[in-house]
T-cell receptor, first 114, second 113 residues
């Protein structure tokens, strides 16, 4: 298996622009998680899905952030409009069994908003 | 909110030394996981511990889950430069938050040749 695939690896955008991050989970994994990592705050859970259904989005910082999972093999995280404070590394992870026995992370998308 | 405190935050040692990283919480976790992250990559799962008092070994790494399932430790024997990286512990709370991991802040380990 190719693992969890995220795109793009790097994104530089101007403040106010829309940004879309993409994730392909491991086939057969029924849970998908979006995390954000910064030096100051570490890894923060933004939202997670079980069987394509959003279960907990309490970590989504504001209405500018939205996530979708239209099918079992694809998810997106969208920021509109983007702000400089959104600059971070965004990780997608997937897991069977709801994640209790461990996640497989993608390589992340490094987002820079200027 | 369940919090995980990791210590130390930074560790810089010479090749061949031993080290221990701690992960503590006031909350009980159904399982606890350890990950290692290298620059530019996502965290990679090293081990999951589930039973209170459980000890797991992975070559030179020894992981222990506290009896009360509130804390864990990672011990590395004879550290190698290849062990350098960010070590993260993560707890699974169980119940209705099943699978929603809480991560510690991490320990940055540097092993000098």
């Amino acid at each position: 298996d190719a693992g969890v695939i995220q795109s793009p690896r790097h994104e530089v955008t101007e403040m106010g622009q829309e940004v879309t991050l993409r994730c392909k989970p491991i086939s057969g994994h029924n849970s998908l998680f979006w995390y954000r990592q910064t030096m100051m705050r570490g890894l923060e859970l933004l939202i997670y899905f079980n069987n394509n259904v959003p279960i907990d989005d309490s970590g989504m910082p504001e209405d500018r952030f939205s996530a979708k999972m239209p099918n079992a093999s694809f998810s997106t995280l969208k920021i509109q409009p983007s702000e400089p404070r959104d600059s971070a590394v965004y990780f997608c992870a997937s897991s069977p069994l709801g994640g209790v026995h461990g996640y497989t992370f993608g390589s992340g998308t490094r987002l820079t908003v200027v | 909110t369940q919090l995980l405190e990791q210590s130390p935050q930074f560790l810089s040692i010479q090749e061949g030394e031993n080290l221990t990283v701690y992960c503590n919480s006031s909350s009980v976790f159904s399982s606890l996981q350890w990950y290692r992250q290298e620059p530019g990559e996502g965290p990679v799962l090293l081990v999951t511990v589930v039973t209170g008092g459980e000890v797991k070994k992975l070559k030179r790494l020894t992981f222990q889950f506290g009896d009360a399932r509130k804390d864990s430790s990672l011990h590395i024997t004879a550290a190698q430069p290849g062990d350098t990286g960010l070590y993260l512990c993560a707890g699974a709370p169980g119940g209705t938050s099943y699978g929603k991991l809480t991560f510690g802040q991490g320990t940055i380990l540097t092993v000098h040749p």
